[in-house]
C-alpha cells in the first residue's frame, strides 16, 4: 500500500477525554476518528493537580501557576501539535488511498484497488457502474422478499423486460434516419427532423401488426399492404440501400 502523500480534510474534536481527529473522504465525505490521547489526558491532569496543590498556600496563584506549569487542560482543548496530529492520522490511513490521476485522497469505497485509481478516473468505470447496478438489484429483490413482495418485484422485472423487448422489435420496424437516428413510420422517404433520406427497416415484417410476412405484398395476417421495398446494393458505393430511394451513404437516387 502507498502511503499517501498528505492528508485529507479533517477536523478536531474534543468529547471530554481529550482531543481527537475527524478525517474525511475526499470524494463522500465519509468519516474516520481517531482515538483521543486518554493517556495523555490523565497524566497532564495529574501534573497540574500535584502543582496546584503545591502552590495553594500562595493567594491568587495556585491554580495560575499550576496552568502555566503543566499547560491546557487536555480535556478540554480543541488544539493538536503536529506530532499528535500526525498520530492520529496514522491510525485512520490504512482506510485510504490516493488516487493519482487527481490526487485525492478517498476511503476504499471510492477508490478500485484493481486498477489503483479512484472509481471516478478508473479505466473500469463501466464495470463498475454494471457491478453497483447488480448489486443494487440484488438488494432491492432481498428487501422485497423480507417483506413478501419478491413475486412483485419479478413480476415488476418480467413486465419490463417484455415492454423493452418490444421496443426493440419496433425499432427494427421503423425507418430511421441514417444521420440523427429520427424513427418514423415504414415507407417514410425523408426524414421529418433534418430532411435526410431515410433507411427502410430491414426486418421483413407486418408494419401494423409485425407479423412475419416472408416476402408477401400483403399481410397474412391482418392484410396490410407491405409497401417496404426489399434489400438492394447502391451501384455507386455499394452500400446496403434498406429499401431507400436513395443511398444512405452517398446520396445517389436508385432505381
Request: hydrophobic letters at 30%; glycine letters at 10%.
Given at each position: 500500500?502507498?502511503?499517501?502523500?498528505?492528508?485529507?480534510?479533517?477536523?478536531?474534536?474534543?468529547?471530554?477525554?481529550?482531543?481527537?481527529?475527524?478525517?474525511?473522504?475526499?470524494?463522500?465525505?465519509?468519516?474516520?476518528?481517531?482515538?483521543?490521547?486518554?493517556?495523555?489526558?490523565?497524566?497532564?491532569?495529574?501534573?497540574?493537580?500535584?502543582?496546584?496543590?503545591?502552590?495553594?498556600?500562595?493567594?491568587?496563584?495556585?491554580?495560575?501557576?499550576?496552568q502555566s506549569v503543566v499547560g491546557e487542560d487536555p480535556r478540554y482543548t480543541m488544539k493538536m501539535d503536529e506530532s499528535q496530529l500526525q498520530s492520529a492520522w496514522n491510525q485512520v490511513q490504512q482506510h485510504f488511498r490516493e488516487c493519482p490521476t487527481c490526487l485525492r485522497i478517498v476511503c476504499l469505497s471510492d477508490f478500485d484497488?484493481?486498477?489503483?485509481?479512484?472509481?471516478?478516473?478508473?479505466?473500469?468505470?463501466?464495470?463498475?457502474?454494471?457491478?453497483?447496478?447488480?448489486?443494487?438489484?440484488?438488494?432491492?429483490?432481498?428487501?422485497?422478499?423480507?417483506?413478501?413482495?419478491?413475486?412483485?418485484?419479478?413480476?415488476?422485472?418480467?413486465?419490463?423486460?417484455?415492454?423493452?423487448?418490444?421496443?426493440?422489435?419496433?425499432?427494427?420496424?421503423?425507418?430511421?434516419?441514417?444521420?440523427?437516428?429520427?424513427?418514423?413510420?415504414?415507407?417514410?422517404?425523408?426524414?421529418?427532423?433534418?430532411?435526410?433520406?431515410?433507411?427502410?427497416?430491414?426486418?421483413?415484417?407486418?408494419?401494423?401488426?409485425?407479423?412475419?410476412?416472408?416476402?408477401?405484398?400483403?399481410?397474412?395476417?391482418?392484410?396490410?399492404?407491405?409497401?417496404?421495398?426489399?434489400?438492394?446494393?447502391?451501384?455507386?458505393?455499394?452500400?446496403?440501400?434498406?429499401?431507400?430511394?436513395?443511398?444512405?451513404?452517398?446520396?445517389?437516387?436508385?432505381?
Amino acid at each position: 500500500m502507498t502511503t499517501p502523500s498528505h492528508m485529507p480534510r479533517y477536523d478536531i474534536r474534543n468529547d471530554g477525554a481529550g482531543p481527537y481527529a475527524i478525517f474525511y473522504c475526499d470524494v463522500c465525505g465519509r468519516e474516520f476518528r481517531s482515538q483521543p490521547g486518554v493517556a495523555n489526558a490523565v497524566l497532564q491532569d495529574l501534573g497540574r493537580r500535584a502543582a496546584s496543590d503545591f502552590l495553594r498556600k500562595i493567594p491568587l496563584v495556585g491554580s495560575a501557576a499550576a496552568q502555566s506549569v503543566v499547560g491546557e487542560d487536555p480535556r478540554y482543548t480543541m488544539k493538536m501539535d503536529e506530532s499528535q496530529l500526525q498520530s492520529a492520522w496514522n491510525q485512520v490511513q490504512q482506510h485510504f488511498r490516493e488516487c493519482p490521476t487527481c490526487l485525492r485522497i478517498v476511503c476504499l469505497s471510492d477508490f478500485d484497488t484493481q486498477s489503483g485509481f479512484c472509481q471516478e478516473d478508473s479505466p473500469r468505470t463501466s464495470e463498475i457502474a454494471e457491478a453497483r447496478g447488480e448489486q443494487a438489484g440484488a438488494a432491492l429483490k432481498g428487501l422485497a422478499s423480507a417483506f413478501g413482495l419478491g413475486g412483485v418485484i419479478s413480476e415488476a422485472g418480467g413486465a419490463f423486460k417484455q415492454a423493452a423487448q418490444a421496443a426493440q422489435r419496433a425499432s427494427t420496424q421503423m425507418a430511421t434516419c441514417p444521420k440523427d437516428g429520427t424513427l418514423a413510420a415504414p415507407g417514410t422517404k425523408f426524414c421529418p427532423e433534418c430532411g435526410s433520406p431515410m433507411t427502410q427497416p430491414a426486418s421483413d415484417r407486418c408494419p401494423s401488426c409485425g407479423a412475419e410476412v416472408h416476402g408477401a405484398k400483403f399481410c397474412p395476417e391482418c392484410g396490410t399492404k407491405i409497401e417496404v421495398q426489399p434489400l438492394g446494393k447502391c451501384p455507386s458505393c455499394g452500400a446496403d440501400a434498406k429499401g431507400a430511394k436513395f443511398c444512405p451513404e452517398c446520396g445517389t437516387k436508385l432505381s
